[in-house]
């Protein structure tokens, strides 16, 4: 219910909604992944800011079909696309996979049973 609330006010308004990862990059925490550089991070904000990730030239993940630029200005391409910067592609594959059943797991709590309307 909230969520297609939120979708509608979303479409109404004609607003933009950005994911930006602060978290981990080329790597899980247990695999040798690194932290975002919160530089990097700046820019990335600055760059949503300014107008650039909505002008830039965009590509769809896989697993999460999100649309990720493919270049901004002072960052490397490959931390725009988290596949792009794992050295090992099937671990990354593995990884993602889990990461959306694990989305899809928690989204699970809040889904509402509908019950048909009688006459």
């Not at 030239?57 to 696309?81: M, Y």
């Not at 889990?98 to 989305?103: D, E, I, N, R």
Request: aromatic residues 10%.
């Amino acid at each position: 219910m909230y969520g297609e609330l939120l979708m509608q006010k979303l479409a109404s308004s004609g607003a933009s909604v950005y994911l930006v990862n602060t978290g981990w990059h080329s790597g899980s925490y247990v695999s040798g992944g690194q932290r975002f550089d919160l530089g990097i991070t700046r820019q990335i904000i600055d760059h949503i800011h300014s107008g650039v990730v909505l002008a830039a030239e965009k590509t769809k993940t896989a697993i999460f079909d999100l649309n990720v630029p493919t270049h901004l200005p002072g960052v490397d391409d490959k931390l725009l696309n988290p596949q792009h910067a794992w050295s090992d592609p099937n671990a990354y594959q593995e990884n993602a996979k889990k990461l959306y059943a694990s989305c899809h797991r928690n989204f699970e709590q809040y889904e509402v049973e509908t019950v048909p309307e009688t006459a």
